[in-house]
């Protein structure tokens, strides 16, 4: 008399487990492959304003806004935020969540994680949409590369660069870039961040 419910018990044991095993190998498949004009095709380790090391690959699965930067730059750089900021306004809140914001530093010698930290917090950046990191020094001519974002270091160590916002999909392929930097962004460019959000 014990023994049916038994085996029915052990059956459901069986299937509980293969389904659970199911969901993890589903779990455990690789994303799928990048489109080959991704800047995500470059390995790239950056290590943000926490202290965190992690290849920028895992920012794909949203849009985001990417440029270079470095923090004791005293004037195009604070614009080149405040661009960025000026964006999102034009966004719903709705939309704001939907989109990235990517600052990488061409000073990773100086841009240590605490002083990414102090313009984080001077700028009152979210850090639940806003990104800033320094890559190792060895890749900082790669990634401006891929970026087409041209810089040059001088002999007091500050840096020409240009500046630029670049509006880049999902998975890393570049779909706008913008050089008017500042308070008012550029309607074209707006534009395109809300065709890249939705909504």
């Known amino acids: 008399m014990t023994l049916l419910p038994m085996k029915h018990l052990l059956r459901g044991i069986a299937a509980t487990?293969?389904?659970?095993?199911?969901?993890?190998a589903g779990a455990a498949q690789p994303a799928p492959p990048l489109p080959g004009d991704s800047i995500y095709q470059l390995p790239l380790p950056l290590t943000?304003?926490?202290?965190?090391?992690?290849d920028w690959r895992t920012l794909r699965g949203k849009p985001r806004l990417v440029s270079?930067?470095?923090?004791?730059c005293q004037y195009i750089c604070p614009l080149i935020i405040e661009s960025g900021k000026a964006v999102e306004r034009q966004l719903s809140p709705d939309q704001q969540k939907r989109l990235g914001v990517l600052l990488v530093s061409m000073d990773p010698a100086r841009?240590?994680?605490p002083a990414l930290k102090k313009v984080v917090d001077q700028r009152k950046l979210d850090l639940a949409r806003w990104t800033l990191a320094a890559p190792p020094a060895d890749d900082v001519r790669s990634v401006a590369a891929v970026l087409g974002i041209r810089?040059?270091?001088l002999a007091d160590g500050e840096f020409n660069h240009s500046s630029m916002l670049i509006l880049v999909d999902a998975n890393g392929r570049i779909l706008a870039r913008t050089e008017k930097i500042?308070?008012?962004p550029d309607p074209d460019f707006v534009a395109a961040v809300r065709k890249a959000v939705g909504g």
């Open 111 to 113: 841009d240590t994680p």
């Open 68 to 72: 270079m930067f470095y923090t004791s």
């Open 48 to 54: 943000d304003s926490q202290g965190q090391t992690r």
């Open 182 to 184: 500042g308070t008012q």
């Open 151 to 153: 810089y040059r270091q």
């Open 17 to 24: 487990l293969l389904l659970g095993f199911a969901g993890l």
